[in-house]
DNA sequence: ATCCCGAGGG
DNA sequence: CCCTCTGGAT
């Protein structure tokens, strides 16, 4: 088979999951909360290796106490530290906020750069905060994100054979519309949540059972 | 003991 | 590639 039509096939099953997703989780948004695009990458920034239960927990104080870049930027670190203890890494996440916020005061207006190379000279941000951001604040395209849950569904599914999250979003962009990036990421981490867990995935209430080569078929 | 919408450094 | 940063939930 010609390295053409196996993207092909692999294409046609991205889309019959990405409809089927759809359909599962009509309604299914980023479920970060956060009221301007700066609160969304500190929250962002936040979800680091924590649920974003945990984030929704915390960034109501935190925001109160510190609403923009600004504030932020000339917050008391130890204070921040505080605010943000419970979602784990907090002196790195702390540093990271501050940093990005000051960067963002200092050498964008106070504003979030809606350009990928910007936001990621930013403290603490990478593609998967970058991708985020760009999609949910701006309404911004620029990448597939790919979060733990993304990429262990992407391969269970069969999808990439990559484990680094940077080669997964290369395999997945050319396998799906570009205005289907995030539909796709945020249905994948919803799936992720609700079935595709990753230590008891619930392979008998699948309905991508049937497309995926991971499915544990044994009977007992 | 393992995982959660990661990133940075070696 | 590896390791570290960190707390909470299961």
Redesign the pocket.
């Known amino acids: 088979m010609s390295g053409t039509s196996r993207r092909g096939f692999k294409r046609q099953k991205a889309l019959e999951i990405l409809t089927r997703l759809k359909r599962l989780y009509p309604d299914a948004?980023?479920?970060?909360k956060y009221d301007t695009p700066v609160q969304l990458l500190v929250a962002?920034?936040l979800?680091?290796?924590?649920?974003?239960?945990?984030v929704n927990k915390v960034t109501p104080a935190l925001f109160d106490r510190f609403p923009d870049a600004a504030a932020l930027a000339g917050a008391d670190i130890s204070e921040i530290e505080t605010l943000v203890?419970?979602?784990?890494?907090?002196?790195?996440?702390a540093k990271?906020i501050q940093g990005a916020c000051r960067a963002i005061v200092e050498k964008f207006g106070g504003q979030v750069p809606k350009q990928m190379e910007q936001l990621?000279e930013?403290?603490?941000?990478?593609?998967?905060?970058?991708n985020?951001v760009l999609a949910?604040a701006y309404g911004i395209n620029a990448g597939v994100?790919v979060?733990?849950?993304v990429k262990?569904l992407s391969y269970r599914l069969g999808l990439t054979s990559q484990?680094?999250?940077v080669k997964v979003e290369r395999d997945l962009m050319p396998l799906l519309p570009q205005e289907d990036w995030e539909n796709w990421?945020?249905r994948l981490?919803y799936h992720?949540?609700a079935v595709c867990?990753?230590?008891k995935p619930a392979c008998d209430r699948c309905i991508l059972a049937d497309l995926c080569p991971s499915v544990d078929r044994t009977v007992s």
């Open positions: 948004i980023c479920s970060l962002t920034i979800s680091a290796q924590c649920t974003d239960e945990r203890r419970s979602t784990g890494f907090y002196r790195n996440k990271n990621l930013l403290p603490g941000v990478a593609r998967k905060t970058a985020v949910h994100t979060d733990t849950h262990r484990t680094n999250p990421s945020i981490i992720g949540r867990a990753a230590r």
